[in-house]
């Protein structure tokens, strides 16, 4: 069932996404070589609660974490760990979520570890497009596929590929909310678009064939089944009849 919003509760879900831009944006500030990804983690877990928040991740479904850590080949659902060290030339996608007043802020993004490959650095730039090409699909009227037809068009218009098996999704007093919302498909397909609809658009692209792989044993992260880089872009956004309202910002 899609849970629409009035306007009081998106605005109240600002809050949450006020609080996962700014530990998104500090926690990606710290990122160099040498550094674990465990003290990222603990880095943002501790901007969360001073911000008056919860982790949104941590214990959901069992999961360790305050972030979501992938590096190189893992899709999403890294693990923080103390023995994960960044290296020069690593691309990290970092997802945060915070809880405010029991609603969800979400929103991802993918950062150079020092200096990247120029294949590396274009797989960033044409996600982080792709995304923003998605957000503007996201009007009404339209279609859930309207805005995964547009993430498609982008991502493989520069020679990559776009995960299939993990989508954005609903959000608001829960993480995951209906409607799915692929990043591939076709224009004027899917669930109609309607005003107070809050939605996760997520592009997860990567640089070779969109086929994954996992989880394995940890039960979490998901990789590129050809070992090639991924990268992960994510906003919470809420429908409107004047366009989309990204809430995931400072």
Not at 67 to 86: K, M
């Amino acid at each position: 069932m899609i849970l629409i919003k009035t306007p009081e509760q998106i605005e109240a879900m600002r809050a949450a996404g006020r609080v996962s831009a700014k530990v998104l944006r500090k926690t990606g500030e710290l990122i160099r070589p040498g550094i674990s990804t465990l003290e990222l983690d603990r880095f943002a877990e501790n901007l969360i609660r001073l911000e008056g928040a919860l982790p949104a991740f941590k214990g959901y479904g069992g999961f360790t974490g305050s972030i979501c850590s992938s590096i190189n080949n893992e899709i999403v659902h890294g693990i923080p760990s103390a023995e994960v060290i960044l290296q020069e030339g690593d691309i990290i996608s970092i997802d945060t979520g915070a809880i405010m007043d029991d609603w969800y802020g979400d929103n991802a993004a993918t950062f150079a570890v020092g200096h990247i490959d120029e294949e590396a650095a274009r797989l960033l730039e044409v996600t982080e497009q792709a995304l923003w090409a998605g957000v503007e699909a996201a009007q009404i009227p339209g279609r859930v596929g309207d805005i995964g037809h547009a993430v498609q068009h982008v991502a493989e218009a520069a020679g990559f590929s776009v995960v299939r098996e993990y989508v954005g999704h609903g959000i608001g007093r829960a993480m995951h909310e209906d409607p799915a919302v692929p990043n591939y498909g076709r224009k004027k397909s899917g669930v109609k678009l309607k005003a107070g609809m809050v939605l996760a658009i997520e592009p997860m692209v990567n640089a070779g064939g969109y086929r994954t792989q996992g989880p394995f044993e940890d039960g979490w992260i998901v990789y590129t089944a050809d070992g090639s880089l991924s990268a992960h872009f994510e906003l919470t956004v809420a429908l409107s009849t004047e366009g989309p309202i990204v809430l995931t910002k400072e």
